[in-house]
């Protein structure tokens, strides 16, 4: 599948094939947000989906057209490298179509993410937490299971950037007049995804990346509009949220988005906490990057008072509570 061959209808047909295998997700409002901004916030609980995070979709959609279309009488071996969700999402969907997955985890990943991509079944191959640490053990691995090895990226997969995109088709038919998106942004699969659809179903919604600035290669790309990676490791607490954008990703979101909010660490941990007091909603600190994005002063000065229905996606749950950020603080 070709990039110009994402439209709305490639996804329309992602959410027809899923549908069976994921939930569709609540939306929350809260008075406190709305309060805040004056606008009217409306947050797509991923939290509540299985794995406890978006990617489910798009790895049972990638999955599910890799087993269709894989040599006859053979089992692909789904083989990637993620921080933790997108290994929870491919294993489970590996499972789900009985297929063997093995996923490179950076050693510095949340324990609570390693528990569940083994419980689900995959097999777990700790890797230097760099993006080319991951990467060349995940090339390691695939030569060493050989032909029957398929790599699925956890973003920059056109199958896996039309299963994300269903989020915002589900988002536009339970609230049809939104009239902007904060999505945080890491390879870009979600944002890339959430775009095309949002764009396809209104042409004049706007779609903002809200983005760590410790890991702000979205930005700066954006900025300069033309890619440029992050070259050392991010260090930010959104953990899912250090991938560089891919060069897949990047001419979608390059084309589709309005702009690119960048946060601090300070202003993550801020709204994650405001998160679990006002609405009681346990988010990692990946999904709080949206909520601070909508609290940024720069967000508030410059578009803020020209949207009224904000939508946000609370894209993963899988906190660590062993380790939250304001516990660590007061230690």
């Known amino acids: 599948m070709a990039a110009k061959n994402i439209s709305l209808d490639v996804i329309v047909n992602a959410a027809r094939v899923i549908k069976p295998f994921i939930h569709r997700t609540p939306i929350v409002t809260s008075r406190f947000f709305d309060g805040v901004t004056g606008k009217h916030v409306f947050f797509k609980c991923e939290i509540f989906q299985k794995t406890g995070a978006f990617k489910i979709r798009g790895t049972t959609y990638a999955i599910q057209n890799i087993v269709k279309n894989f040599k006859a009488g053979r089992k692909p071996v789904i083989v990637t490298h993620s921080s933790g969700n997108h290994a929870q999402a491919v294993a489970l969907a590996s499972n789900i179509n009985n297929v063997k997955a093995v996923v490179v985890m950076p050693e510095t990943a949340p324990q609570v993410k390693k528990d569940a991509v083994m419980g689900y079944g995959a097999e777990i191959v700790e ?67 959430v775009s095309i659809a949002a764009k396809g179903i209104n042409s004049d919604i706007n779609v903002f990346a809200a983005e760590p600035i410790n890991a702000d290669d979205c930005a700066k790309s954006f900025a300069a509009k033309k890619r440029i990676p992050n070259r050392v490791p991010p260090q930010t607490i959104a953990d899912g949220l250090k991938m560089n954008i891919g060069d897949v990703t990047w001419p979608i979101i390059r084309d589709n988005i309005t702009d690119v909010i960048t946060v601090t660490e300070g202003e993550i941990v801020a709204a994650m906490k405001l998160v679990f007091e006002r609405m009681k909603l346990v988010i990692e600190p990946s999904a709080a990057v949206g909520v601070a994005a909508m609290l940024n002063e720069s967000f508030k000065e410059h578009y803020l008072p020209n949207v009224s229905k904000i939508g946000i996606i609370l894209c993963g749950g899988n906190a660590d509570l062993q380790s939250l950020p304001w516990m660590k603080a007061n230690k």
């Open 127 to 193: 890797s230097d937490p760099s993006q080319e640490g991951r990467e060349a053990t995940a090339k390691k691995l695939i030569q060493e299971i050989g032909d029957d090895a398929v790599f699925l990226s956890s973003s920059n997969d056109l199958n896996i950037i039309a299963g994300q995109g269903t989020i915002a088709l589900e988002m536009l038919e339970d609230v049809r007049d939104l009239d902007a998106f904060l999505v945080p942004v890491s390879g870009g699969g979600m944002l890339s995804g």
